[in-house]
């Protein structure tokens, strides 16, 4: 018996929150390709892209917002506080070509 070939892991994040419209987009197309992950921000972290929080306690919260077939988690970290607890936390670190995050729409 051949073994079934394991679905490929996606970890999303962005840094508009959990509730931003994009990330759903992305949520919506990327599971199409495997399993899905979210590991976002509790609330807009813009601009805090390299940031990582030092002087507080991080918090992770299980979610269903994306319905009970995807996995995830908002965070009261910044967006690079949600990637390492995905990988580290949540996928026992797994390692990832690219996590994926939505851009921006134009104004």
Do not use: W
């Not at 929150?17 to 899905?36: T, Y």
């Not at 609330?43 to 805090?48: E, I, K, R, T, V």
């Amino acid at each position: 018996m051949i073994p079934k070939k394991s679905a490929i892991k996606i970890l999303v994040t962005n840094d508009d929150s959990i509730m931003a419209p994009g990330l759903k987009v992305l949520v919506d197309v990327a599971k199409k390709f495997g399993e899905v992950i979210v590991v976002a921000p509790h609330d807009a972290q813009s601009g805090m892209g390299h940031a990582v929080t030092v002087n507080t306690h991080l918090r992770l919260t299980k979610t269903s917002i994306f319905g009970e077939n995807i996995d995830s988690y908002t965070s009261t970290g910044t967006p690079v506080d949600c990637i390492k607890l995905g990988i580290n936390k949540i996928l026992n670190n797994v390692v990832f070509p690219a996590p994926l995050f939505p851009t921006n729409p134009k104004l």
